[in-house]
């Protein structure tokens, strides 16, 4: 093999993480998306259908975590530190469980109203799903260009704070109102999990900013 076949071999290898990567983004982005949507519905059959489409993405994204993993052993070359992208796609994994754990309390525990906090959770995910997918798409040339990736870590940064401030606003007033306890851990959890869902995105943010200093 000469040297130009060589290095078209390695490219090529490189080469594959980004669009891996990138779909899981896009998985990640869709689940928030149906999660909104999954919230906001009134038909029990509709919530059901809408969280199988949240695990069928989940679990889409698991088997292109895996192939990213296996890369990551086999390839010679990879576009950023083994760590950094093991980090990375663990992140993501983390987000993604945290979305379908929620989407499945809500199903197991039928609360007998969805709070409006609950909703802006729902909503704040979403927004966290979009930024993360813009950033992820940067990955490829944020070595040149790192300002679109940098804003988009910021605003999940941002979304995490406004995320804490609703749960705890939620909690607070719920300890202090509600009356049916079975009602209380019910609504708990299932905000304690949405909550978890922006730690972890706000996760996949830091990872990405410690890949631009590395890198741009």
């Not at 989940?58 to 052993?73: G, H, K, P, Q, T």
């Not at 995910?125 to 988009?152: F, H, R």
């Not at 910021?154 to 202090?176: G, M, N, P, T």
């Amino acid at each position: 093999m000469n040297k130009n076949s060589i290095f078209s071999f390695l490219l090529t290898k490189e080469n594959k993480f980004f669009p891996l990567i990138n779909h899981v983004g896009e998985l990640n982005n869709s689940a928030s998306i149906t999660l909104n949507k999954f919230i906001n519905s009134k038909d029990k059959k509709e919530m059901q259908d809408l969280y199988f489409e949240i695990k069928a993405y989940e679990r889409e994204a698991d088997d292109v975590l895996s192939v990213i993993f296996e890369e990551l052993n086999s390839t010679f070359i990879t576009p950023f530190d083994r760590e950094d992208i093991h980090e990375l796609c663990e992140r993501l994994d983390d987000t993604l469980d945290n979305i379908n754990s929620a989407s499945k309390r809500v199903l197991l525990f039928q609360p007998k109203n969805i709070p409006d906090s609950m909703l802006e959770l729902c909503k704040i995910i979403g927004e966290c799903g979009n930024a993360i997918d813009i950033s992820l798409q940067e990955l490829k040339t944020i070595n040149k260009k790192p300002a679109v990736a940098l804003e988009q870590c910021e605003r999940l940064h941002l979304l995490e704070r406004k995320a804490d401030e609703v749960y705890e606003q939620y909690i607070k007033h719920l300890f202090e109102i509600e009356t049916d306890s079975i009602e209380l851990f019910k609504n708990k959890e299932i905000m304690q999990e949405l909550e978890r869902t922006t730690d972890a995105a706000n996760a996949v943010g830091k990872v990405i900013k410690t890949i631009i200093v590395k890198y741009a």
